[in-house]
């Protein structure tokens, strides 16, 4: 379902207002002193979480964002506060970036945490959304869409509850069973609940939930509000690491999007890798594409391209404020049509999905041309976010931004991994130890790592070359175009077309025959844009790419080998204890690399997840010890 942002409206006395619920979104009498007495006050907050390495808040109905942002700064400035704040938030009708800067102003204390918000506000599409603040110390993850839908996919363990939906009397839905029972399961041990509501419905729903109820005196006008605390025993524990060190074999794109997201969370990494630099495989290339994919059923490819584009776009935004050397330019993406039919199911799925234009939307043949540049083969889907991005900048990027936390080893090659005790270690040819830890993360790209007890995984070595034309004034292309094979503006005075796929070839040389499929796909699209010197001269790269059979990265908890017999679920496999495994990108490895990392990296310290628990589950590598599995390949790509 198409998001419905909220519109701006204030009632009579000024207060914000929703005409679609008719109610307001906070009490006349100063919406930030009742965040402060109901949810903070209601939760015994900031005492609760200080001593704590996380805390973790969940709150329904995230509005205008004034309850996170009183947490935030109420977290900001105890010096006893935990580690990390994770705050989750549901809203089925977010505001724009520009409505919420405006409704802000009325608290000019929370200027600079605004100011944080809104520079990290997402695209508004529906699915979830991590946005990294304060360093990394504080982590919002907004559920974009209805709570009824969203609440059951969220993976998490959460030590207070901000109840603060609209009136049960205007939006029942939010005040229902069904989200009391998920309260109950997200419940930590010892978890504590708020709402300015004392409605009976309210209390008998906490108590379903496990919840003991009290009444405390309540904000301005209301005489009572409720808080809660967990008493039932809780079933699910995760008891975060305290040994924070880890090995990640591939300094490529994923084992630095790994390396850098433990370094931010305090852990020691040691990052190995064979070759004299990172980036030096499929990471290598000079400029990579940057885009989702679109589907007229949404499926999962398409969802997690989603998530995963727009959390790259961030990352890479992140890391250029920090003063980090990412090469990328954000000139928008055309995916131009591949015939009559494909150009009605692109129509077909803007007009059913309603992206926001800012997402995608479709282009028609003239407007195309305009966008490129350069005569278009036909309109097709533009992706305004859309980007070439330098691989290697990334990489060296990310393992800067990990600082004295993450040691490189370069040069290195690992002739076995091993057990011994608590920690797996990685041994040299010599028998030597390169280093060791309780947790092990492969991340070696097309290159197979065998250990022993694990099950080997179905990826494909596909060879990938990329050909490289001379730029010059005769053919300016102003932003990049897809559709059989891609091409980008210039980099460094080269375009970039490619790139052809062959899981049979492992040769390292370039191709004369590949460098002519490439030139034909840009023909294609591109009608005179090569010419016969491009034809003549042969320059690129090859580099090899691991891909999964289902078009989806793994990244989660090792299988062991006699995998899982019979059963259909994921939770039913055995794992191999402290390994994980990222890999199978594909030809997607810019999009897929910063969610994976994020989502591994929540994995291993119990956070709440970035993503829904049916997309997390589509990226467990387990997935390929079910039985049936090989069915489950049926994800369009385009």
């Not at 130890?433 to 990826?459: E, F, H, W």
Request: with cysteine.
């Amino acid at each position: 379902m198409p998001l419905i942002p909220a519109r701006l409206a204030r009632a009579e006395d000024g207060t914000l207002w929703s005409a679609h619920y008719d109610d307001v979104y906070h009490a006349a009498a100063g919406g930030l002193e009742q965040a402060r007495h109901v949810f903070l006050g209601g939760n015994d907050l900031p005492t609760r979480w200080r001593g704590r390495d996380a805390f973790a808040i969940l709150e329904t109905g995230f509005g205008c964002g004034l309850n996170f942002l009183a947490t935030w700064s109420a977290w900001h400035d105890d010096p006893a506060r935990c580690a990390r704040l994770h705050y989750v938030s549901v809203e089925k009708h977010p505001f724009s970036r520009d409505d919420l800067r405006e409704i802000h102003r009325n608290w000019p204390e929370l200027a600079p945490l605004s100011a944080g918000l809104l520079a990290a506000w997402p695209t508004l599409v529906s699915g979830f959304h991590r946005l990294d603040l304060d360093g990394g110390r504080v982590s919002l993850t907004l559920l974009l869409g209805d709570a009824l839908d969203l609440l059951p996919q969220l993976r998490a363990s959460i030590d207070a509850f901000y109840l603060d939906g609209f009136a049960p009397s205007k939006n029942a839905a939010l005040w229902s069973p069904n989200v009391f029972r998920q309260v109950g399961r997200l419940a930590a041990a010892g978890a504590t609940a708020a709402t300015w509501s004392v409605a009976a419905a309210v209390r008998d729903g906490l108590a379903e939930a496990g919840f003991a109820c009290t009444r405390r005196p309540g904000f301005a006008t209301k005489r009572e509000m409720l808080t809660a605390r967990r008493e039932r025993k809780v079933m699910h524990r995760f008891d975060a690491p305290t040994d924070r060190r880890a090995l990640v074999i591939g300094a490529g794109i994923a084992g630095s999007g790994c390396a850098q997201q433990l370094a931010r969370r305090g852990w020691d990494v040691d990052l190995i890798e064979q070759a004299d630099a990172p980036a030096r495989g499929a990471s290598g290339n000079l400029a990579g594409v940057l885009r989702p994919v679109l589907s007229l059923d949404d499926n999962r490819l398409s969802r997690l391209t989603r998530a995963a584009f727009l959390h790259a776009r961030r990352h890479l935004a992140r890391l250029e404020r920090d003063g980090h050397a990412v090469r990328w330019r954000p000139c928008g993406v055309l995916q131009l049509a591949r015939d009559a039919r494909h150009e009605i199911t692109q129509r077909a799925t803007i007009e059913r999905h309603a992206y926001p234009a800012d997402y995608a939307r479709f282009a028609e043949r003239e407007e195309a041309t305009y966008l490129l540049g350069h005569l278009a083969s036909a309109g097709g889907w533009h992706f305004p976010g859309g980007a070439w991005v330098n691989p290697p900048s990334v990489v060296h990027a990310n393992i800067a931004d990990g600082g004295t936390r993450i040691r490189l080893h370069l040069n290195t090659d690992i002739s076995s991994v091993a057990r011994e005790g608590d920690n797996w270690q990685a041994v040299a040819a010599d028998g030597t130890t390169i280093a060791s830890a309780p947790v092990l993360v492969i991340a070696t790209g097309a290159d197979t790592l065998r250990i022993q007890g694990a099950m080997a995984l179905p990826l494909r070595r596909g060879r990938g070359q990329v050909s490289l034309l001379r730029a010059h004034d005769g053919r300016a292309l102003n932003c990049v175009v897809t559709r059989r094979g891609y091409a980008t503006p210039a980099v460094d005075g080269w375009h970039c077309a490619g790139a052809t796929f062959d899981a049979n070839d492992t040769s390292t040389a370039l191709a004369q025959a590949d460098h002519a499929v490439n030139l034909a796909h840009l023909e294609a699209m591109l009608p005179g844009f090569s010419d016969a010197a491009d034809a003549q001269a042969l320059h690129g790269r090859v580099g090899f790419r691991p891909a999964s059979p289902d078009k989806r990265p793994m990244v989660g908890s090792l299988p062991c080998a006699h995998g899982a017999g019979a059963t259909t679920a994921l939770w039913k496999v055995e794992r191999l204890p402290g390994v994980l495994v990222v890999n199978g990108f594909g030809a997607r490895g810019l999009v897929w690399s910063a969610l994976c990392g994020e989502l591994l990296a929540a994995q291993l310290e119990g956070e709440p997840l970035p993503l829904e628990g049916e997309l997390a589950d589509a990226l467990d590598p387990a997935r390929f010890a079910l039985h049936g599995a090989r069915r489950d390949c049926s994800d369009g790509d385009e």
